[in-house]
């Protein structure tokens, strides 16, 4: 990497690690239900939300009927969602007269928004009105993100807790995490996203006249709206032009602000965070991609006070950053390498085998590479999804990484609360193969790791290894699914396997060169985007409530400290050893033999 790609990613870490333990901290006030201001300024609202609810806070609850409420709040959330965007024609707010969104595209996008997901096989800008991005939409980028910070906290508690029936009241958690985490950092965060330029408004569309007509070509698409290929493979193209450009405009900060925060990564527009009217400068491209690390690093903070140890906290923390930089390094590094087959053109009078310049396609040249590369690191580590440039324009290796990090199960701080969660089942994996190995019953911060936990911890990481290959697998044998996809060989297997991770995963990202918004892969990706969302929080929760009821056991000469740097390779090589043993035979059919054709002599 240059020394200028170093320094923005040096300072960027540097700033994020400077916000942890003060938002940590807080986090764990708010949970713990100790006083701070913004707890006490708010407390009225609070109860009368309960009293509005029928909520009595003062009750909790075993893991079962937390698990229920949860389910049951996410299905009336994806009912509501569903019947706004099928009534979206009648209903206000609507300046640009858009019909109402399809069955399959609505319920795909339902699911896909309650489920912290946030795939778009649709273009905002020219399919959902304002009532619906704001009302829907940003409802569930606040409840979806709330959803899977209550999770990491039950599992805190099941670790803090000894002897216990009880692990929380789903109701007042996911009110204080609403109303006293999200809300208040996000309507920060949307005023100085204003103040950047980040378009804020209820204005219909502008129609602008261009200076020239502009001749233009574009993929042929047929009667559903797939692309339509040549005997080869290839895209037929066809000519058209335009005379006019059309500004979307609309209540994008106060949305965009959530859509980082919560890592959701749903975009206003279709561009997402590589427009201009959602990311127009430096400032507000860093603002955004701290927005996304946020609160997953933080919390490992507030697990570090809610266990009583802050050292399990920043061990956490620990592996978590070397995995992320390490994954950064390989994506800038290639980004910046480039194609060596551009460089073979001679476009360039320089000797050099690679491309001058590095990859620019598909970024935006106000960001460049070191700063694309950063983004789309931190944007599929966590379960975030927003872009400020096309995935499917990296070079092979670039995309690996992409692929790759969602496929660890994005807990390289992963999303709010899903990625600490989802790294704390591979600690007590990690800690169940340490104590094989030197025959001693294994235990994590003081309770005993038997079979109930293992088998639990099994079906959260192997949930979604199973999807993403079964869905990876159908789609490529059916011409439904290869029906969809604009590039052969091994990269449009590639944007095909990347669906389906990132489905899986509640990323919402794509190699955007695959048309999704078919009823096939509507009604795949949204089982997918359910099943890997509740299957393993019905998991985590089940291990929280074994942990609560388990008695604490004191630390001995034979307890494996989990605050070092031993735990934490032990830590990073769990996560390293499932991922690579899972996916790696998949991704030598798409990324990793499309880098070796690459490299290939012409």
């Known amino acids: 990497m240059t020394a200028a790609t170093s320094t923005l990613i040096g300072g960027f870490l540097l700033l994020l690690f400077v916000c942890v333990k003060p938002l940590g901290a807080y986090m764990a006030q708010v949970f713990d239900g100790r006083p701070s201001w913004p707890v006490r300024a708010a407390a009225p609202l609070e109860r009368w939300i309960y009293r509005l609810g029928g909520v009595d806070p003062a009750q909790e609850s075993g893991w079962k009927p937390y698990a229920a409420n949860l389910l049951l709040f996410n ?43 946030n795939w778009q096989g649709y273009s905002g800008e020219s399919t959902m009105s ?96 797939n692309p339509v290929n040549d005997k080869s493979g290839s895209p037929v193209m066809e000519n058209a032009s335009t005379h006019k450009q059309t500004l979307p405009l609309g209540p994008i900060a106060s949305q965009e602000a959530i859509k980082e925060l919560g890592t959701n990564g749903g975009g206003f527009l279709n561009a997402n965070s590589a427009h201009p009217y959602e990311n127009p400068t430096a400032l ?78 598909g970024k935006e040249a106000r960001f460049g590479i070191a700063a694309s590369a950063l983004f789309a690191t931190i944007t599929t580590a966590t379960s975030c999804g927003a872009v400020n440039s096309m995935h499917d324009s990296f070079t092979p290796l670039g995309g690996f990484v ?14 709010v609360g899903t990625g600490l969660y ?11 193969i340490a104590g094989l190995m030197i025959g001693r019953t294994p235990e994590y911060l003081g309770k005993k790791i038997e079979a109930f936990e293992m088998k639990m911890s099994s079906i959260a990481i192997l949930v979604m290894p199973f999807i993403v290959l079964l869905g990876a697998a159908v789609a490529v044998s059916l011409p439904a699914g290869r029906a969809g996809v604009a590039n052969p060989q091994a990269h449009g297997f590639a944007e095909i396997l990347y669906a389906f991770t990132s489905a899986s995963n509640n990323n919402g990202s794509a190699f955007a060169g695959i048309s999704a918004n078919t009823p096939f892969y509507n009604s795949a990706l949204a089982l997918c985007m359910w099943l890997g969302r509740y299957w ?67």
């Open 402 to 415: 992409t692929l790759f990090n969602m496929q660890l199960g994005e807990v390289v701080f992963g999303g």
């Open 284 to 361: 507000s491209n860093c603002l955004e991609m701290l927005a996304i690390l946020l609160i997953p690093a933080a919390l490992t903070y507030t697990f570090g006070r809610m266990v009583g140890d802050t050292r399990q906290g920043w061990a956490i923390f620990a592996a978590m950053a070397v995995l992320l930089v390490a994954e950064l390094s390989i994506a800038a590094w290639n980004e910046q390498l480039g194609n060596p087959r551009v460089a073979a053109l001679g476009v360039d009078q320089s000797a050099s085998a690679t491309q001058p310049g590095g990859n620019m396609e």
């Open 75 to 117: 299905a009336l959330g994806a009912l509501a969602l569903y019947g706004l965007q099928r009534l979206q024609a009648w209903l206000p707010l609507n300046p640009q007269g858009f019909a109402n969104v399809s069955p399959d595209s609505s319920f795909n996008t339902a699911v896909s928004f309650i489920t912290n997901t």
């Open 130 to 225: 304002y009532l619906t991005q704001m009302a829907g939409l940003a409802v569930q980028n606040f409840l979806s993100a709330a959803t899977g910070i209550v999770v990491v906290i039950a599992l805190a508690r099941g670790f803090a807790r000894h002897s216990a029936r009880v692990i929380g009241n789903f109701w007042v958690d996911v009110t204080r995490a609403t109303l006293y985490v999200l809300l208040p950092i996000s309507t920060v965060l949307a005023i100085v996203l204003a103040g950047q330029g980040v378009v804020q408004n209820f204005s219909p569309y502008q129609d602008v006249a261009t200076l020239e007509t502009l001749d233009y070509q574009q993929p042929k698409l047929d009667a559903a709206g």
């Open 536 to 602: 393993p929080i019905a998991a985590v929760l089940a291990v929280a409530g074994s942990l609560a009821a388990k008695k604490r056991i004191p630390v001995s000469d034979g307890t494996m400290p989990t605050h070092g740097a031993t735990f934490v390779i032990l830590l990073i090589g769990t996560v390293l050893l499932v991922g690579a043993l899972t996916f790696v035979p998949a991704l030598a059919l798409g990324p990793i033999v499309e880098h070796v054709m690459m490299w290939a002599t012409p």
């Open 422 to 432: 989802s790294m704390l089942i591979f600690a007590i994996v990690g800690v169940f």
